[in-house]
């Protein structure tokens, strides 16, 4: 994966030359946090959190736990502490096992911490099409109870897993299979509240079969930083202790957990229109009719938009470089594009809540015109 451009980090000094705009679209985690979000921060009651002091951090935790109808809640810095967390506790037992897509963050993109730090094998599933994997192939996964073999303790599933909503009624397979086989079952739901709005079932809902789920607030919420790990009460308790053991205690993070209390009130209910804006995008991109460029609609639900790009002479690396260059002395050229090239055929572009409809439209502008400038066909 490619995380700068041809441009890289000289990017708004070549803008300024070039006399350009920046819509930077490789990911949620580009959001900055809102004025509101700062006004709170700088109001913020604190204390040291690790005495459980902290006022304004107790009263996130309460209202994430409330929200997912959970028993308690940790603020944690990462998503990725906060999953790896919730491997160490629910994998409790040296020579542990856990399950998870082949295409999931937490094997993908965790640095293997659930190995590293926490001393547990990831056996991966392939995911399909839809972020869902087989619960046949799961099941032949299985550990017996023999010497030779470890002990399979947890299922992890993601949702949104890039991009896309996990089918409900699938999750509710994977909860009778955890149930059947005495596993646990943990959500990293770094994007829950989008896989919420783009489905229209209560977040509660979503994660009403999992153990514990970690979602984050420093994504497309808009927060500068933090997660939040829910679960049981003595699930939380021993999270505490974990969170602590990794260096995770924090003092006065009142600050920034008054960020997060106000990105779960006013960006949640915005977010519809991230996923608007990700349809109206991906559309356009289709209404092209590129043999080389397509979107998969269906696949499209959230803040995310995955373009194929199908050609033996062009790549997504190519896509995404052209669209941070400005060659040609027209307005469609003249602005940069930031984008993710996940793969050699796969780009990927993120919305959230600063990109609104003008960036939006220059940012489709853009990509439109480098879709005709590659694909001559067109
Ligand atoms: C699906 C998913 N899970 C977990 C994480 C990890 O979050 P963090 O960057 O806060 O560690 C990310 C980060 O992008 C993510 O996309």
């Known amino acids: 994966m490619a995380y ?8 708004h000094a070549y803008a300024f030359e070039k006399n350009a705009t920046v819509v930077d679209l490789r990911s949620d985690t580009i959001s900055k946090p809102s004025l509101a979000m700062r006004q709170a921060m700088l109001n913020a009651v604190v204390g040291d ?13 309460e209202k994430a736990a409330s929200l997912l109808d ?5 603020y944690v810095p990462s998503g990725t502490m906060g999953n790896l967390i919730a491997i160490m506790n629910h994998c409790n037992v040296r020579g542990s096992e856990a399950y998870c897509g082949d295409q999931s963050h937490t094997f993908l993109h965790e640095q293997g911490g ?6 547990v094998t990831l056996c991966t599933l392939p995911n399909n099409r839809d972020g869902t994997f087989d619960l046949k192939t799961l099941e032949g996964h299985m550990r017996s109870d023999r010497l030779h073999e470890p002990i399979s303790k947890l299922v992890l599933i993601e949702n949104t897993i ?4 996990l089918p409900q009624s699938w999750i509710d397979e994977v909860a009778v299979f955890v149930k059947k086989y005495n596993l646990r079952l943990h959500m990293d739901g770094a994007r829950l509240w989008n896989a919420s709005i783009g489905s229209g079932i209560a977040a509660k809902e979503i994660v009403r079969a999992c153990d514990s789920v970690t979602f984050c607030l420093s994504k497309g919420l808009g927060a500068p930083i933090g997660s939040v790990l829910c679960g049981s009460k003595a699930f939380i308790q021993q999270a505490r202790r974990t969170r602590k053991a990794l260096g995770g205690g924090m003092r006065q993070v009142g ?19 991230d996923h608007r804006r990700a349809l109206w995008i991906a559309k356009s991109i289709n209404n092209l009719r590129s043999k080389v460029f397509s979107v998969d609609l269906d696949t499209t639900k959230t803040n995310m938009i995955m373009v194929n790009v ?8 190519t896509f995404i470089d052209r669209l941070e260059i400005v060659v040609d002395d ?8 930031r984008g993710l090239q996940l793969t050699s055929c796969l780009a990927r572009f993120v919305l959230y809540y600063e990109i609104d409809d003008q960036a939006t439209e220059k940012a489709l502008r853009k990509i439109c015109y480098v879709i005709k400038k590659l694909d001559t066909q067109v």
């Open 4 to 11: 700068g451009g041809s441009a890289g980090d000289q990017i």
């Open 255 to 273: 600050v920034l957990a008054a960020a997060g209390l106000v990105a779960l009130e006013q960006t949640i209910p915005i977010l519809k229109e």
């Open 70 to 74: 959970k028993e308690a809640a940790l």
């Open 162 to 165: 890039n991009g896309k909503i």
């Open 114 to 119: 659930a190995a590293q730090l926490a001393g």
């Open 330 to 337: 027209v307005e469609d050229d003249r602005t940069i594009v």
């Open 310 to 317: 199908v050609s033996e002479e062009i790549t997504a690396i």
């Open 49 to 61: 959190d690790v005495y459980e002091e902290d006022p304004t951090v107790k009263l996130l935790e």
